[in-house]
């Protein structure tokens, strides 16, 4: 096995890059302004006038991380943050030099549903038609935020027109009163793993490699056009102005929890096990790799414990899924040390992307059953420098594919055909997913279904205030 490289620690330009792209914003709620331009010079006076002076910017959070740190409460914060798509973007800038501009950000999620599964008929209005920018905006409460959101929206009403708007607030009790604060609706903890950003993780003293354990530090290019790559070099900007930006993906995925909750009980008696098996984790956070038959919370909460392992390597090596099967939403999102290459490491960490959703809808109500879930689920966002490489290889190659991980075997020496992630794999038609475990194959129905997607480009300061203000 290859000895893992120690990165450089370049100086990144934190006060360049949005603050929801590398760090993230703080947020218990979050609304989602998605917008139309209809005059665009009167846009681009209200960019420079109304929404670049609150635009969070990494330096700031930063700051903020440090302050925490150093045992500081965080004050009641707001964070926003913009991007746009291609056909925003065309608007306020002359793309038609752009060397290399991401082809499926030029294409569109629209147009890029049919290769993912995903069916536009079920999207909400909003996500069909023209859509030019989002607006995230963060916040303590879903009041404050909503209130923000408001006025950000009455500042720009006569530029813009928002074509949908979105709500997420992180959950803090489930209807039975117990804390699942950083918990999706499913019930499992959610933002644990996040890669490591050279320049920004501070490396272990012990292994310089990984920030947290299991968390390996990879390069800032990854994430952000203009940083340093894998290779070492810049990573190329289509045009000089996208510099520092990111490609923002959204998704508005819709989950049916009691039909989860009960199909989980369907198939095992010992329902909360098998959920564990499908996801690679116990709700509580801790990996089915370290604790393989009971949650251990203590673990699952504890950053030092609970992202340390992989799914080859000794002391917990599982070449068979006999702990943990290889279509379990963390091995197929984030297969680790399981592409049988001499370099299937490295071709994992080069899929990586920074998450940084937040759930939608309110708490499962007594009247609710099945076939009559309220709509709740998670407004998946993520970063990346390149969304065929980032996100849309991880769905369509890795979670929408049964034969991934492929070349691997069961214990008697016969290949395995893992099969379909069924927490978010997708089938052409809604058709039904299909998971093969060690003792039995699984079919399930969508339990999280899209019901809308966006492409976007969040771009730097220098662009919002210079070019795209222009
Ligand atoms: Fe996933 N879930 O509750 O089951 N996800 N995810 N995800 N996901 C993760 O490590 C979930 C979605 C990734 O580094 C955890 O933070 C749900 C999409 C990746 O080991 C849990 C939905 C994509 C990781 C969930 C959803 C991904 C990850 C474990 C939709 C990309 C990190 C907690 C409703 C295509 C893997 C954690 C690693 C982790 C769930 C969506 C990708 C609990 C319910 C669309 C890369």
Known sequence: MATKPVLAQPALPLAEIQGDVLIGLKKRAEAFLFFEITDVSRFKQDLKGALLPLVT???????????????????????????FTKAGL???????????????????????????????????????????????????????TGDQADGVASAIRHSTRIVARETGRVRSRDPGGQDVSGHEHFGFADGISQP?????????????????????????????????????????????????????VFRKLEQKVLAFERFLKDEDPNSDLLGARLVGRWKSGAPMMKTSTADDPAMGGDPQRNNDFDFQKAPNADPHQKTCPFAAHIRKSYPRDDIPLPNGEEIAESHRILRAGIP?????????????EASRGLLFVCYQ???????????QSWCNNPGFVFGRT???????????????????????????LPEKTLQAPP??????????FAPSRTALSGVLAA
């Open 360 to 372: 939608f809808g309110d708490e499962v109500a007594a009247t609710e059953g099945i076939g009559s």
């Open 385 to 395: 420098a390149s969304i065929p490489e980032g996100f849309e290889f991880i769905q």
């Open 90 to 144: 065309g608007k306020l800038a002359d793309l038609s030099g752009a060397q290399g501009l991401d082809a499926s950000f030029s294409a569109g999620a629209a147009q890029q549903a049919d290769a993912l599964n995903d069916d536009i008929g079920v999207w909400d209005q909003g996500y069909r038609g023209n859509l030019d920018g989002v607006i995230l905006i963060t916040g303590l409460t879903q009041a404050s």
């Open 57 to 83: 910017f990494s330096d700031v959070l930063a700051d903020l991380e440090r302050h925490k740190a150093a045992g500081g409460t965080l004050p009641p914060f707001l964070g926003l943050n913009l991007a």
């Open 410 to 436: 069961d214990s008697a020496g016969n290949p395995v055909d893992p099969g379909h992630d069924i927490v978010i794999g997708q089938v052409a038609g809604g058709a039904n997913r299909t998971t093969t």
């Open 447 to 456: 339990f999280v279904t899209s019901k809308g997607a966006a492409y976007f």
């Open 196 to 248: 490591g950003v050279a320049g920004l993780t501070p490396p272990s003293p012990a292994d310089p490699t990984q920030g947290l354990p299991g968390q390996d530090i990879l390069s800032p290019g990854l994430f952000v056009l203009g940083l340093p790559g894998p290779d070492g070099k810049p990573v190329g900007a289509p045009l000089p102005w996208m510099t520092h930006g990111s490609y923002m």
